[in-house]
């Protein structure tokens, strides 16, 4: 099966019309439908559902669109791989990040990359912590960086792995919480509206309840901005679990949460079995740099 034939099917989805692909792709109509049929034959499914307006894809339609998409995209990648190694020996970084990771953390990193090596690219994806992993084992992605509190799929190498504890942040201007304090413990919660990451809902709620009362959560969420406008605003607090080197905005306290419970772990997994690139390898050395000192 030629990559042609893929890209011409996800222009046929995107077009919405065997005639207006064809037209877009530049080639005969006749050709293109060919294309189509000669794929319903060769998996043995029907792909598209056609009518006089537009085609509908099939459930079996939308699996081969996802995965068409993916291809080619990775064909992509691959060319501007290989074209900036060729020039100037950088690569491309295929990178997943986790939603739930401080901003200021990205930064850092990509900053430290930026110096040491100016001509790396990048092409960076986002997502939630099992998103992250699922990207690296399909080969979406080359490496993701992600925030767990359990161990990596058997499928994954946890090339490095940084451990994270719970924080409490919270503004200056709250009216629940003292600034002055060194540490809270899980009953000062009692009573404080809570915004929490939806990784962290599940077991701050359980260390409440262990502690005799139900948490009061304003909001769950799969990533950090929408939780710092809840924070800013002094509409709640939150508990986010920060490694040492991790950087919040000026106006946000952190204290630690006084808890038995392990540390999570800020892990870089990349998929077994496989090598990484020299851009993989690169940047994972910039990650060991960042955090040294830990």
Not at 27 to 47: D, H, K, T, W, Y
Not at 219 to 228: A, D, E, H, I, N
Request: charged letters at 20%.
């Amino acid at each position: 099966m030629r990559l042609e034939t893929f890209q011409n099917f996800i222009a046929v989805v995107e077009c919405g019309t065997i005639t207006a692909a064809a037209r877009q792709m530049r080639i005969a109509q006749p050709a293109l439908s060919n294309q189509i049929r000669m794929l319903e034959e060769e998996f043995g499914v029907q792909l598209l559902k056609r009518s006089t307006r537009r085609v509908e894809l099939t459930e079996a339609g939308r699996v081969l669109y996802t995965r068409c998409k993916a291809i080619c995209r990775l064909e992509t990648d691959m060319k501007h791989e290989l074209l900036d190694s060729a020039q100037n020996g950088s690569g491309t970084l295929r990178l997943g990040i986790s939603q739930t990771l401080p901003q200021k953390f990205t930064e850092r990193i990509l900053r430290l990359c930026n110096q040491d090596a100016p001509g790396l690219r990048y092409t960076l994806y986002t997502g939630s912590a099992g998103d992250v992993a699922a990207m690296v084992q399909d080969g979406f992605v080359d490496i993701g960086v992600a925030d767990l509190h359990h161990s990596a799929p058997p499928e994954l190498d946890e090339v490095l792995s940084v451990p994270e504890y719970p924080h409490v942040v919270f503004s200056s201007d709250n009216i629940w919480l003292p600034s002055t304090r060194a540490a809270i413990s899980i009953a000062d919660l009692r009573d404080v509206p809570l915004c929490l990451t939806d990784r962290d809902s599940d077991m701050i709620s359980q260390l409440c309840m262990e502690e005799g009362f139900m948490p009061t959560i304003r909001c769950v969420s799969s990533s950090l901005p929408q939780l710092y406008f809840w924070i800013e605003h002094g509409l709640a607090v939150t508990v986010l679990y920060l490694s040492q080197t991790d950087d919040l905005p000026r106006e946000l306290n952190r204290k630690s949460l006084t808890v038995s419970q392990n540390p999570s772990n800020r892990v870089f997994l990349a998929k077994k079995n496989q090598p990484l690139a020299a851009a993989g390898h690169l940047f994972i050395r910039f990650a060991r740099q960042l955090y040294a000192s830990i």
